[in-house]
C-alpha cells in the first residue's frame, strides 16, 4: 500500500531514473495531461526549472512547512534557509514512493518548473474565423497575459494525492497548510 508521507523534517530518500521517458519535461506533461493534439494549448507549456538526466540517481530530502506566504518571491526565500529546492521532476519520485496521500496538507516542489505560454491573437483572423464558423463574434473572449513569465507552475500533490501545476503567483499566495519537498 506505500510507506505513509513522512514527518516535517524527516529526512528521507527518494530515487529517480532521470532517463525515463515519464520524467522528461514532455513526459511529465503528458502523464499529467495526457498527450496533446498538434495545436493543443499543450503545446505553449515550456519548461524553466531545473530537468534531470542522467540515470539512476537517490537523494536526501524533507519536507518543510513556512507557514502563510503571500507571494513567490518570498516563499522561495524562506525555503532556502530550509534546503534547496529540487527539480520539479522529484515529485514523480515522491509520489512512487508516498503513493497514500496523508490528508494533512499539500505537497509541492516550488521549482517554477513550467510556464505556460500564450500566444496573442489576431483580433481579425480571430473575428473572421469566427464569423465563418457561425459563431457570436461579439463575445471575444479576454486577451491572455501579454508576459508568459508571469504564469509560472510549480508541480503539487493534491488530495488524494492528484498531480497537479499550481500557479505560482496565486493572488491568495500560499496557505500555511502547504508542505514544501526540499533537499535536506
Given amino acids: 500500500m506505500g510507506q505513509p508521507y513522512p514527518d516535517l523534517g ?5 530515487t529517480l531514473n532521470g532517463d525515463a521517458t515519464r520524467i522528461s519535461p514532455v513526459g511529465f506533461i503528458e502523464t499529467l495531461y ?7 494549448v499543450l503545446d ?3 519548461v524553466d526549472g531545473k530537468q ?3 540515470g539512476v540517481q537517490t537523494r536526501q530530502f524533507k519536507l518543510v512547512s513556512v507557514g502563510a506566504v503571500p507571494n513567490r518571491p518570498e516563499l522561495i526565500t524562506k525555503l532556502q534557509t530550509e534546503g534547496r529546492i529540487p527539480a520539479g521532476q522529484w515529485i514523480m519520485a515522491f509520489m512512487e514512493t508516498f503513493p497514500v496521500h496523508d490528508c494533512k496538507g499539500h505537497v509541492g516542489v516550488a521549482d517554477g518548473w513550467v510556464r505556460l505560454e500564450y500566444p496573442i491573437p489576431d483580433p481579425v483572423k480571430f473575428t473572421e474565423s469566427r464569423r465563418a464558423a457561425g459563431g457570436d463574434i461579439g463575445k471575444i473572449p479576454p486577451e491572455p497575459p501579454s508576459n508568459p513569465k508571469e504564469d509560472i507552475y510549480f508541480p503539487t500533490i493534491y488530495f488524494p494525492a492528484f498531480l497537479i501545476f499550481e500557479a505560482a503567483d496565486r493572488e491568495d499566495g500560499f496557505p500555511a497548510g502547504f508542505r514544501w519537498l526540499v533537499g535536506a
Fill in 34 to 40: 495526457g498527450r496533446p493534439s498538434i495545436g493543443s
Fill in 10 to 14: 524527516q529526512i528521507f530518500s527518494l
Fill in 44 to 46: 505553449n507549456w515550456k
Fill in 52 to 54: 534531470i538526466a542522467g
